[in-house]
């Protein structure tokens, strides 16, 4: 079983910058992939970046490359999204997840545990 437990959000004007962090508890923390997803309002939860258990490997959702960076500190049991040039269009609640797997995927439901949700508001 994992507890994930977000926070760093909050309100910032178009163009600035957020870290979000997702503390973990419980077993083998080391062998999860771990994931953040976000909701806007009215719109479905989508895939927003990932991260190997190990660090080596990650993915990013095309609307964020370039801007958003995934990390993880395993000695903290941590994982990060620092998200910079933040946009309007980036305002959502935003979770972490973690799976049972050393392979990072999109889809949500392939997801084990989640977080209860951090919101993040960018101001145009």
């Known amino acids: 079983q994992v507890q994930l437990v977000e926070s760093g959000g909050g309100l910032v004007q178009a163009g600035g910058s957020l870290r979000l962090s997702c503390a973990a508890s419980?077993?083998?923390?080391?062998?999860?992939?771990m994931g953040w997803f976000r909701q806007a309002p009215g719109k479905e939860r989508e895939f927003v970046a990932g991260?190997?258990?190990?660090?080596?490997?990650?993915r990013y959702a095309d609307s964020v490359k370039g801007r958003f960076t995934i990390s993880r500190d395993n000695a903290k049991n941590t994982v990060y999204l620092q998200m910079n040039s933040l946009k309007p269009e980036d305002t959502a609640v935003y979770y972490c997840a973690a799976r049972v797997s050393i392979v990072v995927v999109i889809t949500q439901d392939e997801y084990d545990y989640w977080g209860q949700g951090t919101q993040v508001t960018v101001s145009s």
């Open positions: 419980g077993r083998t923390w080391r062998s999860y992939t």
């Open positions: 991260i190997s258990w190990s660090g080596g490997s990650t």
